[in-house]
Antibody
Framework: QVQLQESGPGLVNPSETLSLTCSVS?????????WGWIRQPPGKALEWIGS???????NYAPSLRSRVAISIDTSKNLLSLKLNSVTAADTAVYYC?????????????WGQGTLVTVSS | QSALTQPPSVSGSPGQSVTISCTGT?????????VSWYQRHPGKAPKFMIY???KRASGVPDRFSGSKSGNTASLTISGLQAEDEAEYYC??????????FGGGTKLTVL
């Protein structure tokens, strides 16, 4: 069974960089599939942030493209997210998920999510 | 790209059927047959339920079904059970490699 677990600081200062990692178990990231990040601000809809493939290919949401970077470390089976110049609007629960894009358009395995608050 | 529109809440009694709507536009739900649905219990990881509008993910009971008409997709849960009480989210491919989600619907089993 594929399992994902997000980790990272729960509090980030405004204007700084939000950094999260997602540990994947039960499946080798280098075997295929894209791996993505999705977030949900309090009281708002889920929002796809972006997804990455183990060969370095990435897709990003247009609204976040200028501030986001997603990468994969195949040696650690780890997915990473960096979002720079954060503001209070970036406060959200952040999820990582396996993304079936280009074959299927859905997320079939998700982490439990981690709350990140942007505040000084 | 705006979020898909879902009703904030729906409710039903055990054994009844409920339907959750998910309204998009002719650029997403109406254009592509790539609507998926997710169930989320408090504090748990979202669970993949439905994909390609009507297909059930592995292990999902056949009480859960999906459909689409025009720009609106729907999730129907028949034979409602207490364990179905959760939040449900729809998602649609929106072109340009992007996916958009709905705001979520809280299902209460009375």
């Amino acid at each position: 069974q594929v399992q994902l677990q997000e980790s990272g600081p729960g509090l980030v200062n405004p204007s700084e960089t939000l950094s999260l990692t997602c540990s994947v178990s039960g499946y080798s990231i280098s075997s295929g599939y894209y791996w993505g990040w999705i977030r949900q601000p309090p009281g708002k809809a889920l929002e796809w942030i972006g997804s990455a493939f183990h060969n370095g290919n990435t897709n990003y949401a247009p609204s976040l493209r200028s501030r986001v970077a997603i990468s994969i470390d195949t040696s650690k089976n780890l997915l990473s997210l960096k979002l720079n110049s954060v503001t209070a609007a970036d406060t959200a629960v952040y999820y990582c998920a396996r993304d079936g894009r280009f074959l299927e358009w859905f997320f079939d395995f998700w982490g439990q999510g981690t709350l990140v608050t942007v505040s000084s | 790209q705006s979020a898909l529109t879902q009703p904030p809440s729906v409710s039903g009694s055990p054994g009844q059927s409920v339907t959750i709507s998910c309204t998009g536009t002719s650029s997403d739900v109406g254009k592509f047959n790539y609507v998926s649905w997710y169930q989320r219990h408090p504090g748990k990881a979202p669970k993949f339920m439905i994909y390609d509008v009507t297909k059930r993910a592995s292990g999902v009971p056949d009480r859960f079904s999906g459909s689409k008409s025009g720009n609106t997709a729907s999730l129907t849960i028949s034979g409602l059970q207490a364990e179905d009480e959760a939040e449900y989210y729809c998602c649609s491919y929106a072109g340009g490699y992007s996916l958009i989600f709905g705001g979520g619907t809280k299902l209460t089993v009375l």
